[in-house]
């Protein structure tokens, strides 16, 4: 087992604005493995439903996804999570970050 850096992303499919899906859940988990088929990333992915208490106290709740990725640098991360943000039209995304022990068996 190896010390490693493990980030989840979660980001939903509501628009901000339209509060409405502007692309739908299987849309977006395509886009996500073409993005890290081209960088070459490895990655998991799963669905969650989720829900959101926007700026102007509106709260919804909307289909989302989780991106789980082991080992890479945070500014990758944190590039990778305000393009999606900005694809998506979100007001923010979560990024959770842990310090795990990982290994292939």
């Known amino acids: 087992m190896k010390d490693n850096t493990e980030y989840q992303i979660f980001i939903g ?8 899906e502007f692309v739908s859940e299987d849309e977006l988990k395509e886009m ?5 088929r081209r960088k070459k990333m490895d990655f998991s992915m799963f ?5 959101y208490l926007h700026e102007d106290g509106k709260f919804i709740s909307e289909n989302s996804i989780c991106i789980n990725i082991i080992g890479s640098d945070d500014l990758d991360i944190i590039k990778l999570v305000k393009s999606l943000s900005m694809f998506m039209n979100q007001e923010c995304s979560l990024v959770v970050k842990d310090f795990i022990k990982a290994g292939f068996r």
């Open 47 to 51: 669905s969650a439903k989720g829900g």
């Open 13 to 20: 499919c509501h628009d901000s604005q339209l509060r409405d």
């Open 32 to 36: 996500v493995v073409q993005f890290f």
